[in-house]
C-alpha cells in the first residue's frame, strides 16, 4: 500500500504533487501540482490536447501514474487504484459517455449501489432500500420513464444524464465531471447546469472540464488553465480569464 | 442480465433469468426456433426408439451443463474462453483415474494406481479439480482480455490437451483409459441407461438453478457490467479482477463436473475427446443457443447433437465423409446465424 499521511493539506482536498504522465515522447500531463480547495465548484480549462482528461484519468486510477502523488483528502497516493478511489471519496464521469450499453437504465444505476463484497453481492437481490435511491436518483435526472429502455437506446443528452445519474448514487466527496455540458441543446444543459448546482448544495466538492466559456464563468469558483501538461494559470475565474497569457494560450484573441 | 423495478411478478423475474429476456421471447423468431428444435428432437428420439433417445438425451444434459457454465463465461462475464474443453477434461479424467477398477487394472502391465473410489465420493473431487486448477491459471489470465484472453485461453486448452496425450504414467496416453466405473450407491449400481439419463438430468437441474441464482444476484449484475465496460465499472468501486476470477473457477467447477459424468457414461476416456476442437464447438453452441441466456444454451446443446447424429442418417451420404460434413454444416450454420441473427436463436446480446 501506498497511502500515507502527507503533510497538512491546508484546506485543500485534492492536490497533485509533481503528477506525470508520458505517451511515448508527448508529455501529457508533466510534473503537474496543483491544489484544489475544499467544497464549491473549480473548473479546469485548456486547449485541446492540453491534459485535462489526463488529469481527471489519473486522479480517477484510470490511467497509472508515471510519476508524482495524488492527496486526496490529506491522504497522499502514488499508485491510484480505480477500484480504491470511491474509498478515497472520488468518482467521475467520461468525456466519451461510458454506459453498461447493453443494460437497462434501472440496472445501470442498481450495479453501483449494490454490496461491494462478492459473497453478500451474490445473495443480494435488488434490496428495497437500493430500489428506493435508484428512483430517486432517475426521478432526479428525469429518466424514470426510461427505465426499461437499454442504455444503447438513449439519446446523447438521456445518456448523458444518466451518466450523472449514475455518480450521484455514490456518496462521495469528490465528483469529477469530464465535459459534463458538451454536446447538450439549451434545456439539457440548464437541467445538467441544476444537477451540478445540487450537488455542490449537498456540501461536495465539483471539478470540471469545459470549453464553453460562459457556463465556467457562471459556475465555477475557482479556475485551473493547462497548456502542454503545465499550469499555466489558476484563481478567481474573471482575473484568470483576463490574464494575457491566458488570452494568448486558449482563448487566441 | 434484466431486472424488473416493480418485481411485482416472480414468474416473469424467473422466465427473464431463464431465457435472458422476457421482452424478447415474444418475437416470433425465439418460438419457431424453438419450436424447431424441441419438434425435431422429439420427432428424432420417436423415429430412432427408446434405447437412441436415452443416450442422445444424456449426450445432450452433459452438452448442456458445458454450454451452460460456458455462457457464464461468454456471454454474462464478456470472456470469450476456449479453454474449457480443459477443465472438461481435467474432470473426466479425474473421475477415471480415482474410480480405477482394480479388477481391469491388475490385469494389466502398466496398471494406474487403484483407488477405486465410488463415483459419489469423486464427483466432487473432479470440480475440485477443475476449480484448483481454474484458480492457480485464473490469477495469470486476469491480466489478459478481449482478444488476448480468447489467445491464452487457447494456450490452455493445447496444454491441457498436451498433457492428457503425454502423461502416461496417469493418463495412459493416446491409448485412454478403459472400464471407468459407474455410479453406484451400495448396491445399487446406476448401470441401466435410463437412471444414468435422470442423474445427468439432476445435475444439469443443479447447475441450471446455480446459474439462475448467479445471474439474477447483484454479482451477476456487475458481471454483465464486465462484460459492457471494464474500466467504466472499476471506477465504482469493483474489484474487476476478483469478480472475474470467482465466475472463471464457478463455471470450471462446472465443467468438471460434466466431465466427471461424461468419463462415467462413456467408461472410456482417451485424449481425443478433449480436443481444441469440440471447445470451439462448445463456443459455438453458446452463440448459436444465445448469449446470457442460459436456455439459450441448453437449445444450442439440443440443436447440436440433433445435428451432430442427425447426419447419420443422410442416405446420400459416404460414411467416411459424416465426421467432416457435420463441421461444414455447423460451421456454415453458425456463418448464417450471425449474418442474420447474430444474438443466436433465443438470445438478446451480440458479442
Not at chain 1, 493539506?9 to 501540482?33: C, M, N, P, Q, Y
Request: with cysteine; glycine share 10%.
Amino acid at each position: 500500500m501506498t497511502a500515507e499521511i502527507a503533510p497538512a493539506g491546508g484546506g485543500f482536498i485534492l492536490e497533485t504533487r509533481e503528477v506525470s504522465k508520458h505517451f511515448g515522447a508527448v508529455k501529457a500531463v508533466d510534473r503537474l501540482s496543483i491544489s484544489i480547495p475544499r467544497g464549491g465548484m473549480t473548473s479546469i480549462v485548456g486547449p485541446n490536447g492540453s491534459g485535462k482528461s489526463t488529469l481527471i484519468n489519473l486522479l480517477s486510477g484510470t490511467l497509472p501514474l508515471d510519476g508524482g502523488m495524488v492527496i486526496i483528502d490529506g491522504v497522499g497516493l502514488k499508485i491510484v487504484k480505480a477500484y480504491e478511489t470511491p474509498a478515497h471519496g472520488i468518482t467521475r464521469t467520461f468525456q466519451d459517455v461510458r454506459l453498461f450499453d447493453q443494460m437497462s437504465v434501472w440496472d445501470n444505476l442498481m450495479v453501483v449501489l449494490t454490496d461491494r463484497r462478492l459473497f453478500p453481492a451474490l445473495k443480494e437481490r435488488a434490496k428495497p432500500a437500493y430500489k428506493r435511491r435508484a428512483r430517486e436518483i432517475l426521478e432526479s435526472v428525469g429518466m424514470w420513464e426510461k427505465r426499461r429502455s437499454l442504455a444503447m437506446d438513449l439519446s446523447y443528452g438521456q445518456r448523458k444524464l444518466l451518466e450523472i445519474g449514475r455518480v450521484m448514487a455514490l456518496d462521495v466527496s469528490i465528483y469529477l465531471f469530464d465535459e459534463p455540458f458538451a454536446g447538450l441543446f439549451p434545456k439539457m444543459l440548464e437541467r445538467v447546469k441544476g444537477i451540478l448546482k445540487d450537488i455542490r448544495g449537498r456540501g461536495h466538492t465539483i471539478i470540471f472540464i469545459s470549453h464553453n466559456m460562459d457556463i465556467v464563468r457562471e459556475l465555477s469558483d475557482r479556475i485551473f488553465v493547462l497548456d502542454s501538461g503545465t499550469l499555466l494559470a489558476h484563481g478567481e475565474v474573471e482575473e484568470v480569464l483576463r490574464s494575457p497569457d491566458v488570452i494568448e494560450a486558449y482563448l487566441g484573441a | 442480465m434484466a431486472t424488473y423495478p416493480h418485481g411485482n411478478s416472480r414468474l416473469r423475474a424467473l422466465a427473464a433469468g431463464l431465457s435472458g429476456s422476457w421482452r424478447m421471447s415474444r418475437s416470433n423468431f425465439e418460438l419457431w426456433a424453438n419450436l424447431l428444435v424441441i419438434v425435431a428432437a422429439a420427432g428424432f428420439m420417436l423415429w430412432r426408439g427408446t434405447g437412441f433417445a436415452i443416450s442422445l438425451g444424456t449426450f445432450v444434459a452433459i452438452w448442456a451443463i458445458l454450454a451452460v457454465s460456458l455462457n457464464l463465461l461468454v456471454g454474462y462475464t464478456g470472456l470469450l474462453s476456449v479453454g474449457h474443453v480443459g477443465f472438461f477434461g481435467i474432470g473426466a479424467y479425474t473421475m477415471a483415474i480415482l474410480t480405477s477398477n482394480p479388477a481391469y487394472e491388475q490385469l494389466r502391465t502398466e496398471a494406474l494406481p487403484i483407488f477405486a473410489w465410488p463415483f459419489f465420493a469423486v464427483l466432487p473431487i473432479c470440480m475440485a479439480m477443475a476449480g484448483l486448477v481454474a484458480i492457480a491459471i485464473g490469477v495469470v489470465f486476469n491480466r489478459f482480455r478481449d482478444d488476448i484472453f480468447v489467445l491464452v485461453s487457447f494456450g490452455f486448452a493445447v496444454i491441457a490437451f498436451n498433457v492428457f496425450l503425454n502423461w502416461e504414467g496417469l493418463t495412459r496416453g493416446a491409448f485412454g483409459i478403459h472400464q471407468i466405473a459407474r455410479p453406484a450407491i451400495g448396491p445399487w449400481v446406476f448401470d441401466d441407461e435410463v437412471e444414468f439419463l435422470l442423474l445427468v438430468v439432476f445435475f444439469l437441474g443443479l447447475v441450471v438453478l446455480a446459474c439462475w441464482f448467479i445471474v439474477t444476484s447483484s454479482f451477476g449484475r456487475v458481471l454483465a457490467a464486465i462484460r459492457e465496460d471494464e474500466e467504466a465499472i472499476a471506477v465504482f468501486g469493483y474489484r474487476v479482477v476478483h469478480y472475474k476470477l470467482a465466475i472463471w473457477v464457478i463455471s470450471a467447477m462446472m465443467a468438471g463436473l460434466a466431465g466427471g459424468l461424461f468419463a462415467s457414461y462413456t467408461t472410456f476416456i482417451d485424449p481425443n475427446s478433449f480436443i481444441l476442437l469440440e471447445s470451439i464447438l462448445l463456443v459455438s453452441i453458446v452463440i448459436m443457443g444465445g448469449l446470457s441466456s442460459i436456455w439459450g444454451s441448453i437449445l444450442g446443446a439440443m440443436a447440436f447433437v440433433l445435428l451432430e447424429e442427425g447426419m447419420r442418417f443422410v442416405p446420400f451420404l459416404p460414411t467416411e465423409f459424416i465426421g467432416q460434413a457435420r463441421q461444414v454444416v455447423l460451421g456454415l450454420l453458425l456463418v448464417l446465424l450471425m449474418l442474420f441473427r447474430p444474438q443466436g436463436l433465443v438470445g438478446r446480446y451480440k458479442l
